[in-house]
């Protein structure tokens, strides 16, 4: 089985141009959230969805928004970039919400703000 | 607010020999999962080992054990006889089991580093 996958791999973009990054979940799973990891530093919780419905957000501007697609693959989109959001951005798949049945991670999208 | 805090950024272990990373959290919850991941040059996070609050068994998988001590608020990991490809940056991670709360949380991460 496929793990879970995104894309692109890496991405440069230019201040205040927007970027949209994407997530393929494992196969059966419905949960997908979003985690910005800047260097040095643990991962951030950006959003959770499930079933297509947001189900958690984290202490981001509203530059940052998602979406879950009825394949319960997702997208996350960012508008505005700032050089601060330069930064690893991880996905992560689970069969359902809550930490019962653990997550796993994509090998994230590395962006750069220039 | 939950908190995971990881007080050594860098740690090193002769191959072969055992090594422990610390990890302490922070939470009014009652009932939550506690994860250790592992983080390799590939970037991808590899789930190590997890653990129930509810539990107060620890839990082990093959090389790696954890000391889970719930009144302490803390979860440390054991490697045993450490492997060269045991090197990365280890992430301890907390999740409350309450439905609705959805935010894996966690520390700063300690880097592993493996004397052959």
């Known amino acids: 089985d496929a793990g879970v996958t995104q894309s692109p791999t890496h991405l440069i973009k230019t201040r205040g141009q927007h970027v949209t990054l994407r997530c393929s979940p494992i196969?059966?799973?419905?949960?997908v959230s979003w985690y910005q990891q800047v260097l040095g530093q643990g991962p951030q919780f950006i959003f959770q969805?499930?079933?297509?419905?947001?189900?958690g957000r984290g202490n981001f501007p509203d530059r940052f928004s998602a979406r879950q697609f009825p394949n319960y693959s997702s997208e996350l989109n960012v508008n505005a970039l700032l050089l601060g959001d330069s930064a690893l951005y991880l996905c992560a798949s689970s069969l359902s919400t809550g930490g019962f049945y653990g997550y796993t991670f994509g090998s994230g999208t590395r962006l750069t703000v220039v | 607010a939950q908190t995971v805090t990881q007080s050594q950024p860098e740690m090193s272990v002769q191959e072969a020999e055992t090594v422990t990373l610390s990890c302490t959290y922070d939470?009014?919850?009652?009932?939550?999962?506690l994860f250790w991941y592992k983080q390799p040059p590939s970037r991808q996070m590899i789930l190590v080992i997890r653990?129930?609050?509810?539990?107060?068994q620890n839990a082990t998988e093959n090389r790696f054990s954890v000391n889970f001590q719930k009144a302490a608020k803390s979860f440390s990991l054991k490697i045993s006889d450490s492997q060269l490809g045991d090197a990365a940056m280890y992430f301890c991670?907390?999740?409350?089991?309450?439905?609705?709360?959805?935010?894996?949380?966690f520390g700063t991460g300690t880097r592993l580093t493996i004397i052959p």
């Open positions: 196969s059966g799973h419905k949960s």
């Open positions: 991670a907390y999740i409350a089991s309450n439905f609705g709360n959805e935010k894996l949380t």
């Open positions: 939470t009014s919850e009652s009932d939550y999962y």
């Open positions: 969805y499930y079933e297509k419905e947001e189900r």
């Open positions: 653990q129930e609050a509810y539990k107060q």
